[in-house]
């Protein structure tokens, strides 16, 4: 009976150690499948970032690219604008250029536009009518620009408009009298005043200055009031020019 019994023993304690041993097997089965399992959960996130960088850098590559052709956009419509700035640059030169021409081809022509000047004045006394207005003609100039004053009406004709200064100047003997008005288109813009007739004795020299603004083609005269005698020989004048 007791070998019996530790027969059983023996054989109960082999049955325990192979069921330890699976067991042991199955649990580093387990332990090794977990340890796998985790590696590729490793790589599939490694994998999904790589994949997220991928698509990022891609992304940032389409962003450079666009980037790039809206720049290349740009210069090419910068480039056209130079071109349009260089073809008026080169118009503008030779718009200068053919200025240059011109003015050298007529010196002085424009100098002479912008100076508007005349001196007249009477190379004979003359006599007149004390109870008649008359027109007085200075016959003579010393300077004329474009021939501005008539020396045979007596007529000065505004060539531009603008303000104008005109001075005239009378000399009378003993006795006689000169009153005279300087007119725009017929009217009165001022008197002078030159008389003899009181002192009797020798020579009066009577002047007047006005400024007057005028418009192209306006006529400026001078005209006796009540005279009887204007001395002559460059005495007698009259004058006018453009300020402005």
Same mark, same amino acid.
């Given at each position: ?127 007149? &009518?004390?109870?008649? =207005?008359?027109? %007085? *003609?200075?016959? !003579?100039?010393? @300077? ?7 020396? #045979? ?51 009066? &020299?009577?002047?007047? =200055?006005?400024? %007057? *603004?005028?418009? !192209?083609?306006? @006529? ?7 005279? #009887? ?16």
């Amino acid at each position: 009976m007791i070998h019996a019994a530790a027969a059983v023993s023996n054989l109960t304690s082999d049955q325990d150690f192979d069921s330890s041993s699976r067991t042991v097997e199955q649990s580093s089965d387990t332990v090794d499948l977990r340890s796998f399992q985790q590696q590729l959960n490793q790589e599939s996130l490694i994998r999904m970032s790589l994949v997220n960088q991928l698509y990022t850098l891609s992304s940032d590559m389409l962003t450079v690219k666009q980037r790039m052709m809206a720049i290349a956009v740009e210069g090419r419509q910068f480039e056209d604008k130079l071109e349009a700035m260089e073809k008026k640059i080169i118009a503008l030169e030779n718009e200068n250029r053919r200025m240059r021409l011109l003015n050298v081809a007529t010196p002085g022509s424009q100098d002479n536009e912008s100076v508007v000047a005349f001196s007249a004045y009477m190379s004979q006394k003359h006599d007149l &009518s004390k109870l008649t =207005t008359e027109n %007085v *003609v200075y016959d !003579k100039t010393w @300077l004329n620009t474009d021939g501005v004053y008539n020396t #045979i009406t007596g007529f000065f004709t505004a060539p531009s408009s603008g303000l104008y200064v005109f001075s005239w100047t009378n000399l009378v003997a003993e006795m006689p009298m000169f009153d005279s008005e300087i007119l725009v288109n017929g009217e009165r813009k001022d008197l002078a005043k030159c008389s003899t007739e009181l002192d009797r004795q020798g020579y009066e &020299s009577c002047s007047n =200055t006005v400024p %007057v *603004v005028l418009k !192209k083609g306006d @006529l400026v005269n001078i005209r006796k009031v009540d005279a #009887i005698l204007l001395q002559g020989n460059q005495w007698s004048s009259f004058k006018g020019w453009k300020v402005r």
